[in-house]
């Protein structure tokens, strides 16, 4: 007897998205692949940094690849959610078996402080989408001063200090964080991308001032300044006198403006380190407060789901059921409805829609993976649906006010793209408007 076809729709095209999508056609399952973007490749393509040619090649010669599968349909520049051309109802009504959401995390966190909406405070995820160029943020502008802090110690802050020292050559950039330097989150060889711009005589008055909070808590401050300055072995050579330097145990408290509304200072409160039940530390404020002369405030501390999608949201994070009927590897991956306190039927999620700004594209790659398989654990518990979801769901797209990417359109903005890096002597080229990408198919 043969088996009846199933059907789901991955939500989002990253590497999460992508990965999973392949698992789910290797096992027979048509896969509808919906791309708020006009390209596939969501934070593998638009949020490494932008001179990583080679890996960024690399990882499109896979996603290339994933795509040919027969099995994957792809609609590209179509948004889903609350305010998009379809809902998550939408495509449940259309008969898809299940859904995968792997769209990511697109809102941004903040603080809260006073003056966040000083002109020069910008939050990273736009600047590395604008170095990507990702439309529509590759047309913005963004007024960077000679002095920039950054809030947060990871690889985030990492790239964002990379691109204002490489590529706008700024006066300084300082490092904010809440905790010591025994608690960075950056990688030693993306560390190594700044590393020569280490203020090495401020760096070493910041580890003398922070040693007595550390040793109080029983951290080794001489390890913690050996992994900071063993990325000087590594270190690109420096190309502008940038200084780069770190505020440790010090949390912003506010942002100061001056007459015309822009940054001219970030006040920030002392911290010392307290220890939990568990080993771990927290930071306690302590009353005492100093400022940073900046004029420009970058905020690299994580993202967070985007509550308009059309899913519960708590903790920066779409719910999942906490007690999954189909774990994997003892993780849930089954969206769940906190109201009715019950998962919400055939939705899963996955990558950074399940745990945000988590991990790297291996990461997204498995955990996208990861969440196929809770798909394929559910699939074998329901019948199969009736019609043709792919059929419906493109007879819908073809009432969309804006034109919808096929594979064979992204295959070609590809080449075309590929082709005009060629003409201009360049290692790589894109539109940087969704209007230009359109224009070079020939459908805008």
Do not use: I, N
């Given at each position: 007897?043969?088996?009846?076809?199933?059907?789901?729709?991955?939500?989002?095209?990253?590497?999460?998205?992508?990965y999973a999508a392949r698992k789910l056609a290797a096992a027979g399952v048509k896969v509808a692949l919906l791309n708020r973007d006009i390209k596939p490749g969501g934070l593998a393509e638009y949020g490494i940094y932008h001179d990583k040619h080679r890996m960024k090649n690399g990882l499109r010669r896979q996603f290339r690849k994933i795509l040919q599968e027969a099995n994957i349909a792809y609609f590209g520049n179509v948004t889903i959610g609350e305010n998009g051309n379809l809902t998550l109802d939408d495509l449940r009504r259309m008969g898809f078996d299940a859904i995968l959401v792997t769209v990511g995390a697109?809102?941004?966190?903040?603080?809260?402080?006073?003056?966040e909406n000083l002109k020069g405070v910008y939050h990273a995820k736009d600047i590395v989408y604008h170095y990507n160029q990702l439309p529509p943020y590759s047309r913005m502008e963004f007024f960077i001063g000679r002095r920039a802090a950054l809030i947060g110690v990871g690889n985030v802050m990492v790239d964002i200090a990379h691109w204002l020292t490489h590529d706008r050559k700024i006066d300084a950039v300082t490092a904010v964080a809440r905790r010591g330097p025994a608690e960075v989150k950056f990688d030693k060889a993306e560390f190594a991308h700044i590393a020569a711009y280490l203020d090495l005589e401020a760096f070493e008055a910041e580890m003398e001032r922070v040693r007595p909070r550390m040793e109080a808590v029983g951290q080794d401050v001489e390890a913690a300044r050996r992994f900071i300055l063993s990325a000087l072995e590594?270190?690109?050579?420096?190309?502008?006198?940038?200084?780069?330097?770190f505020a440790f145990l010090s949390s912003p408290k506010r942002i100061l403006g001056d007459e015309a509304g822009r940054v001219r200072a970030l006040e920030v409160e002392d911290t010392a380190l307290e220890l939990k039940e568990n080993g771990e530390t927290k930071a306690v404020r302590l009353g005492t407060t100093r400022?940073?002369?900046?004029?420009?405030?970058i905020f690299c501390i994580g993202d967070r789901v985007d509550e308009r999608f059309g899913l519960p949201v708590a903790w920066n994070e779409f719910v999942k059921n906490p007690e999954p009927r189909f774990p994997v590897d003892g993780i849930s991956y089954e969206a769940y409805d906190p109201q009715r306190e019950a998962p919400i039927e055939g939705v899963f999620v996955a990558g950074w829609a399940r745990k945000a700004s988590y991990g790297l594209v291996g990461m997204a790659r498995q955990d996208g993976e990861r969440?196929?398989?809770?798909?394929?654990?559910?699939?074998?518990?329901?019948?199969?649906?009736?019609?043709?979801?792919?059929?419906?769901?493109?007879?819908r797209l073809q009432e969309a006010s804006q034109p919808v990417i096929s594979k064979a359109d992204w295959l070609r903005l590809t080449e075309i793209e590929e082709a005009e890096a060629k003409k201009r002597g360049l290692p790589t080229f894109k539109f940087g408007t969704n209007e230009e990408m359109l224009a070079a198919l020939g459908t805008g």
């Open positions: 007897m043969e088996q009846a076809q199933r059907y789901v729709a991955v939500v989002g095209a990253g590497p999460a998205g992508l697109q809102g941004t966190k903040w603080l809260g402080l006073e003056g590594k270190a690109d050579p420096p190309v502008s006198e940038t200084r780069f330097s400022t940073l002369e900046v004029d420009t405030v969440g196929a398989r809770a798909v394929l654990e559910y699939l074998k518990t329901r019948p199969p649906s009736s019609g043709d979801p792919l059929a419906a769901l493109e007879s």
